[in-house]
Nanobody, 124 residues
């Protein structure tokens, strides 16, 4: 059974940093690209970053470019999202998901398995 489990969400002050983790099981991890998404109350789910299966390609939404860094450790079946210079508008539930589009894509409809999410709250 495929499972993706996020962790690392917390309450942090503006300007602070967090690192989210996404641990995968029940799949051949290095076959899939991994994406990070977020959803704030009353807003649509937003694709913010993804990393290709081979770790050679990364993509970022303009809203996080230069502040967030995605990475993965295929030996640990884990993907990470390092978030720096956090802003109140980054407050959301953050999800990781897998896609068979191995080069990576930010369209949530290309993802078939999702984690349960982890809450990130940035105070001003």
């Amino acid at each position: 059974q495929v499972q993706l489990v996020e962790s690392g969400g917390a309450l942090v002050q503006a300007g602070g940093s967090l690192r989210l983790s996404c641990v995968a099981s029940g799949l051949t991890f290095d076959y899939y690209a991994i994406g990070w998404f977020r959803q704030a109350p009353g807003k649509e789910r937003e694709g913010i970053s993804c990393i290709s299966s081979s770790d050679s390609n990364t993509y970022y939404a303009d809203s996080v470019k230069g502040r967030f860094t995605i990475s993965r450790d295929n030996a640990k079946n884990t993907a990470y999202l390092q978030m720096n210079s956090l802003k109140p508008e980054d407050t959301a539930v953050y999800y990781c998901a897998r896609t068979s589009v191995r080069l990576g894509v930010l369209n949530p409809y290309e993802y078939d398995y999702w984690g349960q999410g982890t809450q990130v709250t940035v105070s001003s």
